[in-house]
């Protein structure tokens, strides 16, 4: 994970949005890429 993203994301919320994300209808391919996947999906990026 890139400093930017950590930077703004504590470990509880990044793991918070990860269990709301596993959770969506998206598939998960890699833990590294979840991030930005997260992001778009929200409307930040």
């Known amino acids: 994970m890139n400093s930017s993203i950590r930077f703004f994301m504590t470990k509880e ?3 918070e ?3 709301k994300f596993r959770d969506s209808d998206y598939d998960i391919l890699d833990e590294k890429d979840y991030p930005i996947q997260i992001f778009y ?3 930040a990026l």
Do not use: A, I, L
């Open 41 to 43: 999906s929200c409307g």
């Open 17 to 19: 949005v990860f269990n």
């Open 13 to 15: 919320d990044k793991e």
